[in-house]
């Protein structure tokens, strides 16, 4: 992982609902990670250091690899099995803990965001994110949909070679049984020759 980028939407209490764009970047080891989370009336910003990333993480369980799987895993697909608090205003704290068995939980990283007045910048960061993905998505769907035409064509020719080979097979076999009957008959033929001619002897 480089540079990975990852925007997601999920309900918090009172089903209220958050987005969180997540950009992770190991080439910048200042701004290791920047957040920028919204409700859609309010946006939190964060940037972390790694060194800062390490600070506020749970290392004795996770490696920082471990901290960013969780941390990713937790906002993309896996919230079932993830706690999440979020508390405070001006400044947003955000804490995540994974759950490993019941009502055990694990301290993955707590992070504080602060308050953002001009939320301007930081809404156009999420729109040009989100255009970037369309566009990246599209791309993936004519991408795929090329591979299926390309597949289509060849599954087209070999189902045209199939119906040639068994043409062929055909013919192969009516070829080898007229010329079957053609010796069977030549060899009758020879053997009442042969048994008439004994015969008369």
């Known amino acids: 992982m ?3 980028e990852l925007f997601t ?3 918090y209490e009172n089903n209220k609902r958050y987005s969180l764009l997540q950009i992770w970047n190991e080439e910048n080891e200042d701004e290791f990670l920047k957040l920028i989370l919204t409700d859609y009336l309010n946006y939190w910003i964060g940037k972390f ?7 506020l993480s749970n290392l004795n369980d996770f490696d920082i690899n471990g901290i960013i799987l969780q941390f990713t895993e937790a906002f993309a697909k896996n919230f079932e099995s993830f706690s999440i608090k979020l508390e405070g205003l001006e400044t947003k704290k955000l804490e995540l803990k994974k759950i ?3 009502e055990i939980k694990v301290k993955v990283i707590s992070l504080e965001l602060n308050i953002v007045n001009d939320s301007s910048l930081l ?4 729109f040009d994110y989100s255009i970037k993905k369309i566009n990246h998505l599209q791309s993936g769907i004519e991408s795929l949909d090329n591979e299926v035409k390309d597949l289509t064509v060849q599954k087209n020719e070999a189902v045209e070679a199939l119906k040639e080979c068994i043409d062929q097979k055909e013919l192969i076999e009516f070829d080898l049984y007229s010329k079957f009957v053609e010796v069977l008959n030549e060899k009758k033929a020879k053997i009442r020759e042969l048994t008439e001619a004994n015969e008369q002897a």
């Open 100 to 102: 490993v068995e019941g």
């Open 123 to 126: 809404t156009e960061e999420i």
């Open 9 to 11: 939407s999920f309900k």
């Open 49 to 55: 250091s790694i060194d800062e990333i390490k600070n």
């Open 2 to 4: 480089i540079k990975k």
